[in-house]
Structure formats: C-alpha cells, structure tokens
C-alpha cells in the first residue's frame, strides 16, 4: 500500500458521500450526472477500501449517512 493512503481511503469516502448528500439534499433538482459521479467514485474507494482488508464506515461528522446510501441504492437509475 502507498504511503499516500496507508490509513485506507476512508477520507475519500467521506468526501464523495458529502458531495452525494449534498446533491441529493441540498439541491431544489438533482443532477443525475452528478449522482451517478458520485455513485461511480464511492464504488471504487469502497472496494479499494475492503481490498485492503480495512472496514468502512457511513458515518463523516458523527453524522450516519448510511440510511442516505441505502435509499441510493435501491434508486433505479437507467442512462439513455
């Protein structure tokens, strides 16, 4: 493992689950474009993340996003 992330990425991790909630709460009308960013980032840090054999967590802040990422992932989103 690099020494760049000798903790994980779980301040990676952190950062797309804000900009995911941010989206997904913040905004009058989500960009689906940038969900699905979002979505695509945290998929592959969460895998990076278990492949190093570190566990991962929904929580950034003391604040538990995990039911936030639940009702993500049962979204159907379809692309065109």
Same mark, same amino acid.
């Given at each position: 493992?690099?020494?760049?992330?000798?903790?994980?990425?779980?301040?990676?991790?952190?950062?797309? $689950? =804000?900009?995911?909630?941010?989206?997904?709460?913040?905004?009058?009308?989500? +960009?689906?474009?940038?969900? !699905?960013?979002?979505? @695509?980032?945290?998929?592959?840090?969460? =895998?990076?993340?278990? @492949?190093?054999?570190? @566990?991962?967590?929904?929580?950034?802040? =003391?604040? +538990?996003?995990?039911?936030?990422?639940?009702?993500?992932?049962?979204? !159907?989103? $379809? $692309?065109?």
């Amino acid at each position: 493992m690099s020494k760049k992330y000798e903790n994980g990425y779980q301040g990676k991790i952190q950062y797309w $689950t =804000g900009q995911l909630n941010a989206e997904v709460m913040n905004t009058k009308v989500p +960009d689906i474009q940038v969900i !699905k960013k979002c979505l @695509s980032k945290l998929e592959y840090f969460v =895998g990076r993340q278990e @492949s190093l054999g570190l @566990s991962t967590t929904n929580v950034m802040g =003391g604040v +538990d996003f995990g039911e936030t990422l639940e009702m993500l992932n049962n979204l !159907k989103i $379809t $692309t065109n």
